[in-house]
C-alpha cells in the first residue's frame, strides 16, 4: 500500500489533474464582471495540482508532471480572469513552482525506513534520487507524504508571502533564492 | 549696552522665524491652475453627458493628475485620472449629471510642486429629457452563466416595464459567453498530456517497440518502481545483445523527451494565455419607452412566427407576435459591441443610436463589462444625446491619448449599467 502511494506518476495523475480543470474552464463564462487576483487566478489550478500529485503519488516527479498538466490551465486563468499587468505574477508563480519542486526533490524519508544494505547495481532505484526510491513499510506512507508536503510548502510559502503583501517581484526573487537554496542542498548530497 | 544687543537679537530671531514661516507657507500652498470647461458658458456643463475642459497653469504640467467632482451632499468621486511627462495644458474628459456642483484639480507642475485648482458649477435649467433619464431604473444582475441569445422577442424583454427589462437584459443577454478556440486548445492539451503519460507508462514496462536493449546491471531510472533489477517481459538480455552504450542512447533519449515535453508545454500555456485573453465587452439593446411605442413597428403575424421558429420557448412572442431583436456583434478594436436590435427581415438593422429599426422615443439600456483593463473609449457613448450611468464612470487616457473608461476596481465587481437616449 505505502509503495504504491509512492508510484511513478503515469496517466491516472495527469487525468486526474487535467480533466476536471477542463471541465470548469467549459463551466465557468469566459469572463467575469470584476477582476479576480492574478494569485487566485493562477495559483488555484497549480495548487489543485499540488495536491492531487501530494495525495495520489507522492514523489517529486508526480509532483512536477501534476504542475506541468497544470501549468495552460492556470496561463488560460490568468489570461480571462485576472487583472492587469500580468508579468509580475507570472514570475511569481513560475518562481514559487519551481521553488516548490526544487525542495521537493530535497526530501529525504527517514532513516531505516528504506530497504536496508547496500544498494544493488542491478537496482534501478540505486540511481535515483533519494525523492523518488519506493518506500517498503506501508504504514509510514502517511508520514512520508506529510513530510513531502512540508517540504513543498516550505519551498512555496517564502515566495508567496510577499506577493501575497502586494509585493510580487519580490516574491518573485525570494522564490528564486529559495529554489537557488534547493539547488545547493541537492549538490551537496551528491558529493 | 546689553540691553540693546539683546534687543537685536530678539528682532533677528523674529525676523528668521517669520521668513521661514512664510517660505514654508509658500512652500506648503499648492499653486494655482485654472479650470475652463469647453461649453464656452463660465460653470455650465450639460448633465448626462460627458463633458470637457482644458485646465492650464503658468508652470504646466507633470506626474499624476486627477479631477474629482464634488455632488451638493457633499459627496466626492474621483472623476478622470492621468499621468503626464511635462505638458502646457491637460485635456480632461469627464462625466457630468445634475447633482454635479463642482470639480477640484490635483497635479504637480513641470517642476513637481503641488499643483490645485477648483471650479464652482451652476446648475443647468431643467429640461424633459433630463427628468426623463432621471426617472430611468436600474436593477440587479445575476451572472448569466449560459451564453448570448441570438435573438429575443422585444415583447418578452418589455414585459413588466423598464426596470424589468434592465434586470432581464441583465441577467439573460449580456453574457459573456464562452471562448470556443480556447476550451479546444485546453482540451488538446489535455489529450495530449494523457497521451505523453500513457506512451511514458508503456515505455517504461519496456513494452514500446525499437528500444535498445538494456544489458544487465546497467542503471534504468525510467523502470517502474518496485521491479528490481530482474528482467522485465518482452527485453531480451544475454550476450546475444551486447550493450554498445546503453547509458548514452537512455539519456540522449530522455533528454529529447522531457525538451519535447517541455516545448508542448510552453507552446500549450502560450495558446491559452492569447486564446483565453478577454476582451471588455459593450452590450447594447434596444427598449420601447412605453406601450405606445412597442406596438409600433410590429410585424405581421407571418413573419414574426418565421422569425421566432428559431426561440426558445421561454423567449418566444405571443400570439400578437411582435418586434424580434437580433444580435449583432462587432470587433470595435479594444472592445466587442454586442447589441440586439429590431430585425428586418431577419437580420439586425442600423448601427449606434440611430438605426432604421428604432422607434421613436424608445431607449437603450447598456452595460460596460471592463474588469481587467482600461478598452471601452467615451467615444462609443457618440451616438447618444445623453447617458446615465449608474455610478459615475472613471475616465483614465487611453494608449492612443483618448479617453477611456477605465476598468472595474476588484471589490467593485461592477459591470456599468447606462440608459442611453438616442
Known amino acids: 500500500m505505502g509503495a504504491s502511494m509512492n508510484r511513478q506518476p503515469g496517466p491516472g495523475l495527469v487525468l486526474a489533474t487535467t480533466l476536471p480543470l477542463l471541465a470548469a474552464a467549459c463551466i465557468l463564462p469566459s469572463g467575469l464582471d470584476g477582476g479576480l487576483s492574478p494569485l487566485l487566478a493562477g495559483g488555484l489550478p497549480l495548487a489543485w495540482a499540488t495536491v492531487l500529485a501530494l495525495f495520489l503519488c507522492a514523489s517529486s516527479r508526480g509532483l512536477m508532471a501534476a504542475l506541468g498538466a497544470a501549468l495552460p490551465f492556470s496561463a488560460y486563468a490568468l489570461a480571462a480572469f485576472a487583472v492587469r499587468p500580468l508579468a509580475p505574477w507570472v514570475a511569481v508563480l513560475a518562481g514559487t513552482s519551481l521553488a516548490a519542486l526544487a525542495w521537493s526533490r530535497t526530501a529525504r524519508p527517514r532513516a531505516g525506513k528504506l530497504e536496508t544494505g547496500r544498494p544493488r547495481a542491478d537496482r534501478p532505484e540505486a540511481s535515483r534520487p533519494l525523492a523518488d526510491r519506493p518506500r517498503t513499510d506501508g504504514g509510514a506512507g502517511r508520514g512520508w507524504r506529510l513530510h513531502l508536503a512540508a517540504v513543498t510548502l516550505f519551498g512555496a510559502v517564502p515566495g508567496f508571502a510577499p506577493a501575497f503583501l502586494g509585493f510580487p517581484l519580490a516574491g518573485a526573487a525570494i522564490s528564486a533564492l529559495s529554489a537557488s537554496l534547493a539547488l545547493l542542498v541537492l549538490a551537496g548530497r551528491r558529493r | 549696552m546689553r540691553r540693546f544687543l539683546a534687543a537685536i537679537a530678539c528682532m533677528a530671531m523674529g525676523l528668521s522665524l517669520s521668513a521661514q514661516a512664510a517660505a514654508q507657507t509658500a512652500t506648503d500652498a499648492p499653486a494655482r491652475a485654472i479650470i475652463s470647461l469647453d461649453s464656452g458658458r463660465p460653470g455650465r456643463f450639460v448633465a448626462w453627458a460627458f463633458n470637457y475642459a482644458t485646465i492650464s497653469g503658468r508652470d504646466g504640467f507633470s506626474g499624476p493628475a486627477r479631477l474629482y467632482g464634488g455632488s451638493a451632499d457633499g459627496t ?294 471592463s474588469p481587467l483593463e482600461a478598452a471601452v473609449p467615451v467615444s462609443a457613448f457618440d451616438g447618444f444625446r445623453r447617458v446615465r450611468f449608474k455610478v459615475p464612470p472613471l475616465v483614465v487616457t487611453g494608449m492612443d491619448g483618448h479617453p477611456v473608461i477605465a476598468a472595474s476596481a476588484i471589490a467593485a465587481s461592477a459591470i456599468s449599467q447606462v440608459w442611453g437616449l438616442p
Request: hydrophobic fraction near 45%.
Open chain 2, 76 to 369: 466626492r468621486l474621483v472623476l478622470f485620472e492621468t499621468r503626464l511627462s511635462r505638458v502646457e495644458s491637460i485635456r480632461v474628459c469627464f462625466y457630468a449629471w445634475p447633482d454635479l456642483s463642482e470639480l477640484f484639480f490635483e497635479g504637480l507642475d513641470a517642476g513637481g510642486a503641488a499643483l490645485s485648482a477648483s471650479l464652482r458649477l451652476r446648475p443647468g435649467s431643467p429640461d424633459p429629457e433630463s427628468a426623463r433619464l432621471q426617472a430611468l431604473p436600474f436593477s440587479y444582475r445575476r451572472m448569466p452563466p449560459g451564453g448570448r441569445p441570438r435573438s429575443v422577442s422585444a415583447v418578452w424583454l418589455e414585459d413588466g416595464g423598464l426596470e424589468m427589462a434592465s434586470r432581464r437584459a441583465l441577467s439573460v443577454l449580456f453574457a459573456p459567453g464562452r471562448r470556443p478556440a480556447a476550451l479546444v486548445a485546453l482540451a488538446l492539451w489535455t489529450a495530449a498530456s494523457v497521451s505523453a503519460a500513457f506512451y511514458h507508462k508503456r515505455k517504461r514496462a519496456g513494452i514500446g517497440a525499437g528500444w535498445p536493449a538494456q544489458a544487465e546491471g546497467a542503471a534504468t531510472p525510467d523502470m517502474s518502481a518496485g521491479t528490481g533489477g530482474s528482467a522485465t517481459p518482452g527485453r531480451p538480455r544475454g550476450p546475444e545483445h551486447p550493450p554498445s552504450r546503453p547509458m548514452a542512447v537512455s539519456v540522449s533519449h530522455k533528454t529529447i523527451c522531457a525538451a519535447t515535453c517541455a516545448a508542448a508545454c510552453v507552446a500549450a500555456c502560450v495558446a491559452a494565455g492569447i486564446l483565453g485573453a478577454a476582451k471588455a465587452e459593450l452590450y447594447s439593446v434596444y427598449v420601447a419607452a412605453d406601450p405606445a411605442t412597442r406596438a409600433a413597428g410590429a410585424p405581421s403575424g407571418a413573419e414574426s412566427r418565421v422569425a421566432n421558429a428559431g426561440l426558445p420557448p421561454g423567449l418566444q412572442p405571443g400570439a400578437d407576435g411582435g418586434r424580434i431583436l437580433i444580435l449583432e456583434s462587432v470587433q470595435k478594436g479594444s472592445y466587442t459591441l454586442h447589441s440586439w436590435k429590431a430585425a428586418e427581415n431577419g437580420l439586425a438593422s442600423g448601427s449606434g443610436g440611430s438605426e432604421a429599426g428604432a422607434v421613436a422615443g424608445g431607449l437603450y439600456f447598456m452595460a460596460l463589462r
